[in-house]
């Protein structure tokens, strides 16, 4: 079982960048998935919910008209669009899975977690 993230990079300040989360190994279409960051010396924070249909979300208050979760259960892949990216949004952003269909927004609720993919904003 495993989720690789994917999407990762340096932009400007003000910038977009699209991380992706595949998930292989079983099938995660039934499984609520989140989407979390760390900052250096920081603790790991909830970024973006999805409930296991898609017709759920939840943002964390700093990202929230910034970012989308959306996913494609077809390709067992959950998605985060980030648009207008701030500094303060740099970070090693991980995916995660768990084995219930309902959103949850903190660490011990997840199951499976990616390695991670660093997204640097400058400024």
């Known amino acids: 079982v495993q989720l690789q993230a994917s999407g990762g990079g340096l932009v400007q300040a003000g910038g977009s960048l699209r991380l992706s989360c595949a998930a292989s190994g079983r099938t995660f279409s039934t499984y609520a998935k989140g989407w979390f960051r760390q900052a250096p010396g920081k603790e790991r924070d909830f970024v973006a919910a999805?409930?296991?249909?898609?017709?759920?979300?939840y943002y964390a208050d700093s990202v929230k008209g910034r970012f989308t979760i959306s996913r494609d259960n077809a390709k067992n892949t959950v998605y985060l669009q980030m648009n207008s990216l701030k500094p303060e949004d740099t970070a090693v952003y991980y995916c995660a899975a768990r084995s219930s269909s309902s959103l949850k927004l903190t660490v011990p609720e997840y199951n499976y977690w990616g390695q991670g993919t660093q997204v640097t904003v400058s400024s």
């Open positions: 999805i409930n296991w249909s898609g017709g759920s979300t």
